[in-house]
């Protein structure tokens, strides 16, 4: 079976919000790599060489992945709500801290609560603009 990963744009952010993740559910950067250590970015300002240009953070057997835009390449960035990443926790209480943590200084959409689902559930826009969606049900578990 195929294994899916997020993978985050940021314009300049991307290490600040990957310290932040690491921070929230631990875990080790598996690789970090500044777009000024790549071929042919001499030319780039120093702001532009110090953008990442992929770091990934290992939480669990998964990866979340991400890089920042480079401006002087044309690239924009536009943050929206089509995309979420969803986190199945083991517990309510890991639910509870990782919406906690993950929340702050961002948007409420939905506080944790039981849902007519059946499910405990929340979903909020992070600090840098990433929406995420904390979704716990012991019998997905089972």
């Known amino acids: 079976m195929a294994k899916l990963n997020p993978y985050l744009n940021f314009d300049g952010t991307a ?15 598996v690789g970090a790599h500044k777009m000024g250590n790549a071929p042919g970015t001499e030319n780039l300002s120093d702001e ?5 240009m992929h770091i990934s953070l290992r939480i669990g057997s ?3 992945m991400a890089s920042d835009i480079v401006p002087s390449f044309g690239q924009h960035l536009t943050v929206g709500n089509n995309n979420y990443i969803s986190v199945f926790p083991e517990s309510k209480e890991e639910a509870d801290r990782l919406f906690n943590g ?3 200084g961002g948007i409420i959409e939905m506080p944790m609560e039981e849902q007519f689902w059946g499910d405990y559930f929340g ?3 992070d600090k840098f603009g990433v929406y995420w969606m ?5 019998e997905n578990l089972k």
Not at 15 to 29: N, R, V
Not at 48 to 52: A, D, G, S, V
């Open 15 to 29: 290490e600040e919000a990957f310290t932040f993740y690491k921070s929230i559910f631990g875990g080790e950067f």
């Open 48 to 52: 532009e060489k110090n953008r990442m």
């Open 62 to 64: 998964d990866l979340l």
């Open 102 to 104: 993950l929340s702050q």
């Open 123 to 125: 979903s909020f826009q």
């Open 134 to 138: 904390i979704n716990y049900n012991e």
